[in-house]
């Protein structure tokens, strides 16, 4: 079965970095676009990053332009998202997502999600 799992995710000061991994497991992970959202407390799950499956095209949230990276690494079937320059207002629990093509459809799996908390 399909299965993500993040991690990294902790607590740092204004303007640190951290680092979030996804170990993806259950379905053919170089074929599947990716994706990381992350959800605040009281407000909507957004889109944070996507990166196509080669890894060769990205996109990103305008909040988060310029200050996190997202990547992949295919033979490790992970993805990772780089942040640096964080803001209070990035704290929030942060999740892979996956969306897996089956019998003509997209069915969407998500991870278990990881806090990642700025303040000092």
């Known amino acids: 079965q399909v299965q993500l799992v993040e991690s990294g995710g902790g607590l740092v000061q204004p303007g640190g970095s951290l680092g979030l991994s996804c170990v993806a497991s259950?379905?053919?992970?170089?074929?599947?676009?990716m994706r990381w959202y992350r959800q605040a407390p009281g407000k909507e799950r957004e889109l944070v990053a996507s990166i196509a499956n080669t890894g060769g095209s990205t996109n990103y949230a305008d909040s988060v332009k310029g200050r996190f990276t997202v990547s992949r690494d295919n033979f490790k079937n992970t993805l990772y998202l780089q942040m640096n320059s964080l803001k209070p207002e990035d704290t929030a629990v942060y999740y892979c997502?996956?969306?897996?093509?089956?019998?003509?459809?997209?069915?969407?799996?998500w991870g278990q999600g990881t806090q990642v908390t700025v303040s000092s």
């Open positions: 997502n996956a969306p897996v093509y089956s019998n003509f459809n997209f069915i969407d799996y």
């Open positions: 259950g379905f053919t992970f170089s074929s599947t676009a």
